[in-house]
T-cell receptor, first 114, second 110 residues
Framework: DAGVIQSPRHEVTEMGQEVTLRCKPI?????LFWYRQTMMRGLELLIY????????DSGMPEDRFSAKMPNASFSTLKIQPSEPRDSAVYFC????????????FGSGTRLTVV | LAKTTQPISMDSYEGQEVNITCSHN???????ITWYQQFPSQGPRFIIQ???TKVTNEVASLFIPADRKSSTLSLPRVSLSDTAVYYC???????????FGSGTQLTVLP
């Protein structure tokens, strides 16, 4: 398995533009998580899905952020409109609900909003 | 959720054994101690998990005393490539989500 695949690897966009981050989880994993990492706040959980259904989105910072999981093999995190303070590394992770050791993270998308 | 406390940073030299201690005073009966490692520009990676006593795998050992209020991650003979941030977590065995703290930045020096 190629692991959790995220795209793009890097994204630079202008303030006000829409940004879409993509994630392909590991086949067979039924939970998917979006995290954001910054120097100031560390790793923050934004939202997670179980069996394609959003379970907890309390970490989503504002209405500008939205996430979807149309099927078991694909998820998106959208920011519209983007702002400079959204600059961060966004990680997607998936798990098979077999405990805390079963989480696999992608390599992340480094987002820079100028 | 059990709160974990670990040192912000540690330095070591190549070839030494490194022990990172994590305290989790309010750990619950159903909580497991779990460690993740994060290299620069990568996502966190699972290292080891245990409930009590000692667990060892090809990467590290995890020592957990009987009261489970702390745990120690032991990395034998570290190399430069072990420079990373190490996160200690104590989620329930059936945790649906992971909450990461600040972690310990380990720097291995030549």
């Amino acid at each position: 398995d190629a692991g959790v695949i995220q795209s793009p690897r890097h994204e630079v966009t202008e303030m006000g533009q829409e940004v879409t981050l993509r994630c392909k989880p590991i086949s067979g994993h039924n939970s998917l998580f979006w995290y954001r990492q910054t120097m100031m706040r560390g790793l923050e959980l934004l939202i997670y899905f179980n069996n394609n259904v959003p379970i907890d989105d309390s970490g989503m910072p504002e209405d500008r952020f939205s996430a979807k999981m149309p099927n078991a093999s694909f998820s998106t995190l959208k920011i519209q409109p983007s702002e400079p303070r959204d600059s961060a590394v966004y990680f997607c992770a998936s798990s098979n609900n077999q405990g805390a050791g079963g989480y696999t993270f992608g390599s992340g998308t480094r987002l820079t909003v100028v | 959720l059990a709160k974990t406390t670990q040192p912000i940073s540690m330095d070591s030299y190549e070839g030494q054994e490194v022990n990172i201690t994590c305290s989790h005073n309010n750990i619950a009966t159903n909580d497991y101690i779990t460690w993740y490692q994060q290299f620069p520009s990568q996502g966190p990676r699972f290292i080891i998990q245990g409930y009590k006593t000692k667990v060892t795998n090809e990467v590290a050992s995890l020592f957990i005393p009987a009261d489970r209020k702390s745990s120690t991650l032991s990395l034998p003979r570290v190399s430069l490539s072990d420079t990373a941030v190490y996160y200690c977590l104590a989620p329930p065995r059936s945790a649906r989500q992971l909450t990461f703290g600040s972690g310990t930045q380990l720097t291995v020096l030549p």
